[in-house]
């Protein structure tokens, strides 16, 4: 079975400054994981993903995360925050252990204060 | 670029009633999926459809729901009897294959709200 942890269910952070959303993990398999955003009344989009190879992966509009199995964890940072950053933050993990499903994360609510 | 779309974006219906949500997955993927996301609370996992077959299913996928690819490019979700709980957004998601894990990319949604 799989999990993941989001501690910070809201994140208020003033503009241009560095954010850091927790993501942990748990699972008995390899995985996968993602971070997903979701704009007010809007559906989920891929920010980012980790699937093999380095452990640092970059993604749209500046977002990076960092993959660290021996914490098992997929933090996601962003150097300088705009206000259009403001949004909901998902962390996500899969696997191809017989099954293709996400496993989502209860989700950080970042605000960014002009 | 492909898109996931779905219609209605709302639907508003009464207890008891069936409803009937419609996707379009991209048209070069194989694997479809729903999901849904109660008010405040996470995604979650509901069924995963592979060949006209469902591959997995979560425990809240019970008997009042049903998938179906009823053409080459629709893939619906189907509650027979709607329940006040059944009030979501629900999502879906395609993806262009399996086995090494490929990106599943998500509709806008569907917000079902029962009355």
């Known amino acids: 079975a799989q999990s993941v942890t989001q501690l910070d269910s809201q994140v208020p952070v003033f503009e241009e400054a560095p954010v850091e959303l927790r993501c942990n993990y748990s699972s008995s398999v390899s995985v996968y994981l993602f971070w997903y955003v979701q704009y007010p009344n809007q559906g989920l989009q891929l920010l980012l993903k980790?699937?093999?190879?380095?452990?640092l992966v970059k993604g749209i509009n500046g977002f990076e995360a960092e993959f660290n199995k021996s914490q098992t964890s997929f933090h996601l940072r962003k150097p300088s925050v705009h206000i259009s950053d403001t949004a909901e933050y998902f962390c996500a993990v899969g696997s191809n252990f017989g099954n293709e499903k996400l496993t989502f994360g209860t989700g950080t609510r970042l605000t960014i204060i002009p | 670029e492909p898109e996931v779309t779905q219609t209605p974006s709302h639907q508003v219906t009464q207890m008891g009633q069936e409803v009937i949500l419609r996707c379009v997955p991209i048209s070069n993927h194989l694997y479809f999926y729903w999901y849904r996301q109660i008010l405040g609370q996470k995604v979650e996992f509901l069924v995963s459809f592979y060949n006209n077959e469902i591959s997995e299913k979560s425990e809240i996928f019970d008997d009042q729901f049903s998938v179906e690819r009823p053409d080459g490019s629709n893939f619906t979700l189907k509650i027979r009897s709607t329940k006040l709980e059944d009030s979501a957004m629900y999502f879906c998601?395609?993806?262009?294959?399996?086995?090494?894990?490929?990106?599943?990319?998500f509709g806008p949604g569907t917000r079902l709200t029962v009355t």
């Open positions: 998601a395609s993806s262009e294959r399996t086995g090494g894990f490929y990106e599943q990319y």
């Open positions: 980790y699937l093999s190879g380095s452990t």
